[in-house]
């Protein structure tokens, strides 16, 4: 009996026991359950060649609240991967945690020892030698074009990425169409020589393969709803049966045939590789969109330097009578504020391949418009004929466009303008009538990398245009006022990569616009409520200058900078020059803030009535900040400038002469436009 009851003893002391230790995990449970971030600290303990916020955006601790162990180590290891791939290869991450189980927060620490970079010692090409592809090759790929890897530069993963996909392009682009490339060999030297300490050698492997001809292409169109035809497709490609191989010219041959409109999609295939003969076929696969589209539209415009919104509608026609040609005919409301505001009712028809050559494009563009501005109501019909000449490569100039401009206006004064007849000062409600014939021609040079962003190039534009030749005629039959004038205009843009990563952070951006007009003739103005011809300038036509506003100095307003009365008119004479600095910190994360930017810039210039009127001391200067948010169309951007020397202003020019309170009353304007401000 007494060894019974013990057994049962035994067994509800265990029983206990096990309740305990089952209340004792359960606490546990409770201690170490979902843990929040209370702080995030990223330390480093030497100068670092990276700020804390690159680092936060390739982990993952720290974008919300809850703290997960795992993904921190695995961010330990994200940032290790990080330094070694941006040539840091000694570098050292430590963690640190302080967990609170009580309030259930956790504080997260990086501790960065980065040490020192590694940079470049030799380079070696193997598979692209001068025995393989030739002498001529070799020159191109290394002397004409520049290698993205140099010797004694820090050692960076991608930038040795982009210069293996830089070197598969040449020789896709030369024949080679199934060259290769074999994972590149980098090797940490270890010597006793202080010059090779901390030095790698990249060995950079490639498979060329043979040289390969394009063979015969064949079109099918999957639907033939309207006609269309194989001549169409042809003339849009960029190379010709028996050339050598170039992957480039087949995309371009692809992005000819996306900008026919009623082309939905091309896709190219392989139909055929002839490994004898070298002779690769292909079979280009076309679908078709609907020929007709009506289509509501949301609108933005800057004209004459000022922004506008407003709404539209369009009717698009995508092979207007065959032939590719697109017809869209629209209507559109614009609005800048209560008083200044535009209507537009618009005709055009684009017709591409002139003369059967696919480098030769044209428009007609027939517009109704009427625009209330500052002082006048306008009413135009607009009548432009347009030639779009795309210049070979080789060739310094690569656009060349030919413009002529038929435009009869009507001006109708808001309130009385005040003019001088027979020497006297009178204010009148002035109509007139005008009539232009104008004609322009524009050359261009642009070798920049990229439309939204570019880190590197050159744009430059010459302009040249005409009016007065056919205008005149039409004055003296239709008793109109007409110009008479010829005008030049050049402009540089450039752009200079300041970032050491890859894809670019950091550019430099500077801008040189010079424009002039010179007056010839009678430039008088026949005005209904006025019997004699006026001798003024009052005509507020958009082939006068403007200063002021997004595209231009910053500092002031929309038309609103010149150095004479009725700048917003326009003037003769227009100077301006840009410094600006754009910085894309977030390029390499992922989300909403990768497309954000940021801008500070420098605008200097002037506008003059005549450029015989032309002083230094007139120049007027402009700083500020902004932001930029890319898109696809384009860049958002809304900038704020400052006055910083003001020539209007006689002895308090400069901004220093006013207390902050007058600066941001006084001195500042806030600008908002699409696109880039140049």
Same mark, same amino acid.
């Given at each position: 009996?007494?060894?019974?009851?013990?057994?049962?003893?035994?067994?509800?002391?265990?029983?206990?026991?096990?309740?305990?230790?089952?209340?004792?995990?359960?606490?546990?449970?409770?201690?170490?359950?979902?843990?929040?971030?209370?702080?995030?600290?990223?330390? &480093?303990?030497?100068?670092?060649?990276?700020?804390?916020?690159?680092?936060?955006?390739?982990?993952?601790?720290?974008?919300?609240?809850?703290?997960?162990?795992?993904?921190?180590?695995?961010?330990?290891?994200?940032? /290790?991967?990080?330094?070694?791939?941006?040539?840091?290869?000694?570098?050292?991450?430590?963690?640190? =945690?302080?967990?609170?189980?009580?309030?259930?927060?956790?504080?997260?620490?990086?501790?960065?020892?980065?040490?020192?970079?590694?940079?470049?010692?030799?380079?070696?090409?193997?598979?692209?030698?001068?025995?393989?592809?030739?002498?001529?090759?070799?020159?191109?790929?290394?002397?004409?074009?520049?290698?993205?890897?140099?010797?004694?530069?820090?050692?960076?993963?991608?930038? =040795?990425?982009?210069?293996?996909?830089?070197?598969?392009? &040449?020789?896709? *682009?030369?024949?080679?169409?199934?060259?290769?490339?074999?994972?590149?060999?980098?090797?940490?030297?270890?010597?006793?020589?202080?010059?090779?300490?901390?030095?790698?050698?990249?060995?950079?492997? &490639?498979?060329?393969?043979?040289?390969?001809?394009?063979?015969?292409?064949?079109?099918?169109?999957?639907?033939?709803?309207?006609?269309? +035809?194989?001549?169409?497709?042809?003339?849009?490609?960029?190379?010709?049966?028996?050339?050598?191989?170039?992957?480039?010219?087949?995309?371009?041959?692809?992005?000819?045939?996306?900008?026919?409109?009623?082309?939905?999609?091309?896709? &190219?295939?392989?139909?055929?590789?002839?490994?004898?003969?070298?002779?690769?076929?292909?079979?280009?696969?076309?679908?078709?969109?609907?020929?007709?589209?009506?289509?509501?539209?949301?609108?933005?415009?800057?004209? @004459?330097?000022?922004?506008?919104?407003?709404?539209?509608?369009?009717?698009?026609?995508?092979?207007?009578?065959?032939?590719?040609?697109?017809?869209? $005919?629209?209507?559109?409301?614009?609005?800048?504020?209560?008083?200044?505001?535009?209507?537009?009712?618009?005709?055009?028809?684009?017709?591409?391949?002139?003369?059967?050559?696919?480098?030769?494009?044209?428009?007609?563009?027939?517009?109704?418009?009427?625009?209330?501005?500052?002082?006048?109501?306008?009413?135009?019909?607009?009548?432009?004929?347009?030639?779009?000449?795309?210049?070979?490569?080789?060739?310094?100039?690569?656009?060349?466009?030919?413009?002529?401009?038929?435009?009869?206006?009507?001006?109708?004064?808001?309130?009385?303008?005040?003019?001088?007849?027979?020497?006297?000062?009178?204010?009148?409600?002035?109509?007139?009538?005008?009539?232009?014939?104008?004609?322009?021609?524009?050359?261009?040079?642009?070798?920049?990398?990229?439309?939204?962003?570019?880190?590197?190039?050159?744009?430059?534009? @010459?302009?040249?245009?005409?009016?007065?030749?056919?205008?005149? =005629?039409?004055?003296?039959? @239709?008793?109109?006022?007409?110009?008479?004038?010829?005008?030049?205009?050049?402009? *540089?843009?450039?752009?200079?990569?300041?970032?050491?990563?890859?894809?670019?952070?950091?550019?430099?951006?500077?801008?040189?616009?010079?424009?002039?007009?010179?007056?010839?003739?009678?430039?008088?103005?026949?005005?209904?409520?006025? /019997?004699?011809?006026?001798?003024?300038?009052? $005509?507020?036509?958009?082939?006068?200058?403007?200063?002021?506003?997004?595209? +231009?100095?910053?500092?002031?307003?929309?038309?609103?900078?010149?150095?004479?009365?009725?700048?917003?008119?326009?003037?003769?004479?227009?100077?301006?020059?840009?410094?600006?600095?754009?910085?894309?910190?977030?390029?390499?994360?992922?989300?909403?803030?990768?497309?954000?930017?940021?801008?500070?810039?420098?605008?200097?210039?002037?506008?003059?009535?005549?450029?015989?009127?032309?002083?230094?001391?007139?120049?007027?200067?402009?700083?500020?900040?902004?932001?930029?948010?890319?898109?696809?169309?384009?860049?958002?951007?809304?900038?704020?400038?400052?006055?910083?020397?003001?020539?209007?202003?006689?002895?308090?020019?400069? $901004?220093?002469?006013?207390?902050?309170?007058?600066?941001?009353?006084?001195?500042?304007?806030?600008? @908002?436009?699409?696109?880039?401000?140049?």
């Amino acid at each position: 009996m007494k060894s019974f009851c013990f057994k049962y003893l035994l067994l509800f002391i265990i029983f206990l026991r096990f309740l305990n230790i089952c209340h004792s995990q359960d606490d546990e449970d409770d201690k170490t359950g979902e843990l929040k971030l209370d702080e995030l600290i990223i330390n &480093f303990n030497n100068s670092p060649a990276f700020d804390k916020k690159q680092i936060e955006s390739i982990i993952s601790t720290g974008q919300s609240d809850k703290f997960d162990f795992n993904e921190y180590i695995l961010d330990r290891q994200r940032i /290790e991967k990080f330094y070694f791939d941006n040539g840091f290869f000694d570098a050292v991450i430590d963690t640190s =945690l302080s967990i609170n189980y009580k309030s259930k927060k956790v504080i997260a620490q990086f501790i960065v020892t980065q040490k020192q970079e590694y940079t470049i010692n030799k380079i070696y090409y193997r598979g692209i030698e001068p025995e393989k592809i030739g002498d001529i090759y070799t020159k191109k790929l290394f002397v004409e074009d520049e290698p993205l890897i140099k010797v004694n530069a820090r050692y960076n993963r991608d930038a =040795l990425s982009a210069e293996i996909v830089r070197i598969l392009n &040449f020789l896709n *682009n030369n024949g080679y169409a199934r060259a290769n490339a074999l994972l590149p060999e980098v090797v940490k030297i270890i010597s006793d020589d202080e010059k090779l300490s901390h030095k790698v050698d990249l060995i950079l492997n &490639f498979i060329t393969g043979e040289q390969y001809k394009f063979g015969k292409v064949k079109i099918e169109v999957t639907d033939k709803k309207y006609y269309f +035809s194989d001549n169409y497709v042809y003339k849009q490609l960029e190379f010709s049966e028996g050339d050598l191989y170039n992957k480039e010219n087949l995309t371009l041959s692809e992005n000819n045939l996306s900008r026919i409109a009623i082309v939905e999609n091309a896709r &190219f295939q392989v139909e055929k590789l002839d490994t004898v003969n070298r002779v690769i076929y292909f079979l280009i696969k076309i679908s078709l969109r609907n020929k007709y589209e009506v289509q509501p539209e949301l609108v933005a415009y800057e004209i @004459f330097n000022r922004f506008y919104m407003g709404l539209g509608l369009s009717y698009l026609d995508r092979n207007f009578f065959g032939g590719n040609r697109t017809q869209n $005919i629209s209507i559109k409301g614009l609005v800048h504020n209560k008083d200044i505001y535009a209507g537009e009712l618009l005709m055009e028809l684009l017709q591409p391949n002139i003369f059967n050559n696919r480098k030769i494009s044209g428009k007609w563009r027939l517009g109704l418009s009427y625009l209330s501005d500052d002082i006048y109501y306008i009413s135009q019909i607009d009548n432009r004929f347009e030639a779009f000449f795309e210049l070979p490569k080789h060739t310094y100039f690569n656009l060349m466009t030919l413009e002529w401009r038929l435009s009869d206006q009507r001006f109708t004064s808001k309130e009385l303008v005040p003019v001088i007849i027979n020497d006297s000062n009178v204010s009148l409600k002035l109509k007139i009538k005008a009539f232009y014939s104008i004609l322009t021609y524009t050359i261009a040079h642009n070798n920049t990398d990229n439309f939204a962003f570019p880190t590197k190039g050159f744009y430059q534009s @010459f302009l040249i245009e005409e009016s007065g030749l056919l205008g005149n =005629l039409f004055e003296k039959l @239709f008793n109109t006022s007409s110009t008479n004038y010829i005008k030049f205009s050049i402009l *540089n843009n450039f752009f200079i990569n300041i970032s050491n990563t890859f894809p670019s952070k950091s550019v430099l951006a500077i801008k040189f616009r010079l424009g002039s007009i010179f007056e010839y003739g009678d430039n008088k103005i026949t005005a209904e409520a006025v /019997e004699d011809e006026l001798s003024i300038n009052i $005509i507020p036509s958009d082939w006068r200058f403007i200063a002021g506003g997004g595209t +231009s100095i910053r500092g002031w307003n929309a038309r609103s900078l010149g150095t004479f009365n009725g700048k917003e008119n326009g003037g003769d004479l227009l100077f301006e020059t840009t410094i600006e600095h754009r910085t894309r910190p977030f390029i390499n994360s992922k989300g909403l803030f990768k497309d954000l930017g940021f801008v500070t810039f420098l605008d200097v210039g002037n506008l003059w009535e005549k450029p015989k009127n032309f002083k230094f001391n007139q120049i007027a200067m402009a700083v500020g900040f902004g932001l930029r948010y890319y898109t696809i169309v384009g860049p958002v951007r809304f900038d704020i400038g400052f006055k910083l020397y003001d020539p209007e202003n006689v002895n308090k020019e400069w $901004i220093f002469s006013y207390d902050l309170k007058s600066i941001f009353t006084n001195r500042i304007a806030f600008q @908002f436009g699409i696109g880039n401000s140049f």
